[in-house]
């Protein structure tokens, strides 16, 4: 039992702040957040009305997640979720609150979600799969915010889901997943 919590806490990481595209191990992350870079580029900083999902490469649309933060109800209503996103999960989100994701499922996606809120920061964070699929590890996410106003009003970024065995729970290899092989 020990030993099965020890590799639990082992896929857990705390939210992390990403300064460069060279502290991102995953491409589809390095990927969307050049994309980011690019909005802060124009702007100064990444602006709601400078995102444009026709802008986003198309391999990585599926991969997506775009959360609006409502201060009325502090919390994050999901406005697109990415079809492999809610294939991999087994959960239909978009259009709904984060808080009525299963606790368990949506904890680390809300502490992700905060940690962008609160900093006005890109971040990466890393927790254990839940899931409908059996070889599911862990799930990536990099979060990365929109202003509005002088704050965060959105924030956007990718999921990657990590499976134990090769080959993904789709059928295709590549970005849907990566998968270990040690």
């Known amino acids: 039992m020990e030993s099965a919590r020890i590799q639990f806490d082992s896929l857990w990481e705390e939210p992390k702040t990403v300064t460069s595209a060279g502290d991102i191990a995953v491409e589809s992350m390095r990927e969307i957040y050049r994309y ?4 802060k ?18 391999h990585l ?6 959360l609006e933060y409502v201060p009325d109800k502090d919390d994050f ?8 996103i809610e294939h991999n999960t087994g959960i239909h989100m978009t259009g709904r609150f984060v ?6 499922t949506g904890a680390n996606l ?15 964070s890393r927790c254990p799969y839940y899931g409908l699929h059996r070889y599911g590890r862990s799930v ?5 915010p929109l202003f509005e106003d002088d704050r965060v009003r959105f924030v956007f970024g990718v999921s990657v889901f990590e499976f134990d ?18």
């Open 36 to 39: 980011w870079v690019g909005l």
């Open 41 to 58: 580029q124009r702007a100064g900083r990444p602006r709601c009305c400078d995102f444009d999902v026709l802008d986003i490469p198309r």
């Open 61 to 66: 649309l599926p991969h997506i997640y775009y």
């Open 77 to 84: 209503l999901q406005r697109v979720l990415g079809t492999q």
């Open 99 to 104: 808080s009525d994701v299963n606790a368990i």
């Open 110 to 124: 809300v502490q992700t979600l905060r940690f962008v809120l609160e900093t006005g920061q890109p971040c990466l």
């Open 140 to 144: 990536h996410r990099i979060g990365l």
């Open 165 to 182: 065995r090769m080959g993904s729970v789709d059928g295709h290899r590549g970005l849907t997943s990566f998968h270990r092989t040690s």
